[in-house]
């Protein structure tokens, strides 16, 4: 067997070249995919992106139609699922019926022969904090302790690579953040590599070390949460990680250290170093919260970008912050996130507003604008309501 | 509890507590049908198993009574046939069991992608009751015949020897046996295998568990109210089937079950009161073996 014995710590895990074919489509293409050992690294993306049958290829439930898959330097591409150094908490749990909790624990144990398996099933539970429902069965637990003792059923058995195929889905939220620190806390204690399936970009955002957006079988972007976060490289990174407000123009002008694109007419700055793309047609963007909503026209300033003036469409309130939507007239519509430092929203819909933002602040697309999607067509039925009701009001006002 | 093994699910609802007269009504029938065809004729089979002979009476009159020695000299005459039946009718359930286990799995679990493959197959399964069950077995006494392909392969490779048959022998009769129960022990297998959650099998193989092992420990502990009421379904008629085991069928003189003994002195000797004393002894202990067997296949712990 190619595991004898506990790994002591986590295994790198690398993919090459791994293209995954089903009947009638492709779920990956050509993917490279390296994880060091040690590391939490999530797998992100919208559903139907891939993510889980990448996992499932790592367990071996499912055959790569080529490539390779390398385990801690070897090669498992051939070995069934039973022969790897990898255990899965699957999104299901999983958690053998007919057996009790204690029972399921063991069983990764006993398959391998490893000695006294009964005390360090106690010894996984208790860290799960579930020893005392041991001899319980899986249906007279909750949602959240299947979760911990699918979870306990796994890192018991040491496995060089733990999988986590969306673990946390079906929990309500609390519970969510708790089993989002325990799991940290874990990995963190016992030292393996985690590689964690998700379509939840907080939980990705929160617990991974390195996050890998995933789109359509491929690897969009890959680093550290903040670096995806402050420096998407593609239209669909800088929307599903998040929300932005992006831009395509040509560009116009170049220095040492930034780049003007022609938006709409208005020029805007944007840091050399944080665009990807120095000529022709750009994609640029920046953060709705990095941008404030002003009132009146700013006195030109040339470390900020202004756009505007604009109307408000939309204000909702979330709580911390509050969300407005401003149609620009030629750049469409922006969003706009106001962190709640006065009592109620600044400005009301319908008010006239200018939006501005640091040009340190702005990021440039590593798209190509032709390939992308453009601005999204303002065709949908709720903007058309709200630009009729703008209309009706101002026809009101003027009768 | 012991007849949980032939519901889907052991969860019991919780009952209403209001008396309805509706579920009286439509559990009426049901009474009736009770009542009448089992319970009334139960009765009348244990009153028959303690008649006495009518002095200087004709052969097959009967007079009521409270003979228990009918009992002692049914067992006494007839024990090696009824051994005989719950022997071959254990060795026609395990044999249908090993058969039918692959098919169902075949058709609940790998033939899942293909439902009309599976639909197909099912059909196959029930196939053979559109053809009487009587005209099937004697189509067996012909292919098994002396003179039949079976036995002269058979023989001319010395597996049999020349002056071997094959009707007439126990392999026949279990044979037969098991042949006519197969689909019993598919369709409830099936019922279960079909709804057989794969990914605990994917969750075993995860854990280390090579296919043989999750074969063992999870897929078969999670099939058990498939095995249970399928091995049920064959067992008890087949302990008292008596047409496979007759000389008419596949039997022989030496192959008869108790069953062949209870349609002797019920239909042939007339001597009613042995016959209903040696089905009382079949059912009880039926009733015996099927609820150790239940209560130790642990299908309580299923959900």
């Known amino acids: ?399 | 509890m012991a007849f949980t093994a032939f519901s889907s699910q052991a969860v019991v609802e919780q009952a209403p507590r209001k008396r309805s007269v509706i579920a009286l009504v439509l559990l009426l029938p049901g009474i009736l049908y009770l009542v009448l065809f089992f319970l009334a004729p139960l009765i009348s089979l244990i009153i028959t198993s303690f008649q006495q002979p009518v002095l200087d009476g004709d052969i097959g009159e009967y007079t009521a009574g409270f003979q228990w020695q009918n009992y002692a000299d049914a067992m006494a005459e007839y024990w090696p046939l009824v051994l005989r039946a719950f022997g071959y009718a254990l060795i026609a359930t395990v044999l249908a069991l090993v058969i039918s286990y692959p098919i169902a799995y075949f058709i609940g679990v790998k033939a899942r992608r293909w439902p009309l493959l599976q639909s197909l197959m099912l059909t196959l399964v029930i196939a053979p009751f559109f053809i009487s069950f009587l005209l099937r077995t004697l189509a067996w006494k012909q292919i098994m015949s002396d003179e039949g392909p079976i036995v002269v392969f058979l023989k001319s490779i010395a597996v049999l020897p020349s002056d071997g048959h094959l009707t007439g022998t126990a392999f026949s009769v279990i044979f037969g046996l098991t042949y006519n129960f197969i689909p019993f022990m598919t369709l409830p297998l099936y019922a279960t295998l079909e709804r057989l959650d794969t990914r605990y099998i994917e969750a075993g193989a995860d854990l280390y568990a090579s296919p043989w092992t999750t074969f063992r420990k999870i897929t078969i502990p999670l099939s058990m109210p498939g095995i249970v009421s399928g091995t049920l379904l064959t067992f008890i008629p087949a302990a008292g089937d008596y047409i496979n085991a007759s000389r008419d069928f596949l039997g022989s003189s030496s192959t008869a079950m108790v069953g062949n003994a209870i349609e002797a002195n019920f239909l042939v000797l007339q001597n009613y009161p042995i016959a209903a004393a040696l089905s009382i002894v079949l059912m009880a202990v039926i009733l015996i073996i099927v609820g150790i067997y239940v209560r130790r296949s642990g299908t309580e712990d299923l959900i």
């Open chain 1, 1 to 399: 067997m190619a595991i004898a014995s506990f790994a002591d710590k986590g295994a790198d895990l690398e993919l090459v070249g791994i293209t995954k074919r089903f009947p009638g489509f492709t779920a990956i293409e050509a993917l490279d995919l390296s994880i060091p050992a040690g590391s939490f690294f999530a797998l992100l993306g919208p559903s139907g992106c891939g993510k889980t049958t990448t996992l499932r290829l790592v367990a071996g439930l499912e055959e790569p139609t080529a490539g390779r898959i390398l385990i801690g330097g070897k090669d498992v591409t051939s070995t069934k699922p039973f022969q790897r150094p990898v255990n899965t908490v699957f999104q299901s749990y999983a958690l053998f019926p007919h057996m009790t909790i204690l029972e399921n624990v063991a069983f990764g144990l006993r398959r391998r022969k490893v000695g006294d398996p009964v005390a360090k099933a106690h010894e996984a539970l208790r860290l799960v904090e579930l020893d005392h429902l041991a001899a319980r069965r899986p249906a007279q637990l909750s949602g959240g302790q299947q979760q911990r003792v699918a979870l306990a059923r796994a890192i018991v058995n040491r496995p060089a690579l733990l999988l986590l195929d969306e673990p946390l889905g079906a929990l309500d939220l609390k519970l969510r953040r708790q089993m989002q620190l325990e799991l940290k806390t874990i990995q963190t204690e016992v030292g393996l590599t985690f590689l964690h399936v998700t379509h939840d970009q907080e939980e990705a955002m929160t617990m991974a070390d390195t996050v890998a957006v995933m789109n359509k079988g491929r690897i969009e972007q890959m680093g550290a949460p903040e670096e995806l976060y402050e420096l998407p490289r593609t239209a669909f990174v800088a929307n599903f990680l998040g929300q932005s407000n992006l831009f395509t123009g040509q560009v116009t002008g170049s220095s040492a250290d930034a780049i003007v694109v022609d938006v709409a007419g208005v020029p805007i700055t944007v840091p050399r170093t944080r665009a990807k793309r120095h000529a022709g047609e750009v994609t640029i963007g920046v953060r709705p919260e990095k941008v404030s909503l002003l009132t009146e026209a700013p006195a030109p300033d040339s470390a900020r970008n202004v756009l505007g003036p604009g109307r408000v469409t939309d204000v909702s309130f979330s709580g911390v912050s509050t969300q407005y939507l401003v149609q620009v007239p030629g750049v469409g519509e922006l969003t706009v996130f106001a962190q709640n430092m006065v009592f109620g929203p600044v400005v009301h819909e319908g008010a006239e507003v200018w939006i501005s933002w640091n040009a340190d602040h702005g990021f440039g697309l590593e798209d190509d604008p032709a390939d992308g999607p453009r601005f999204a067509p303002d065709d949908s039925t709720e903007s058309i309501a709200v630009q009729r009701r703008i209309a009706l009001e101002e026809e009101l006002e003027q009768a």
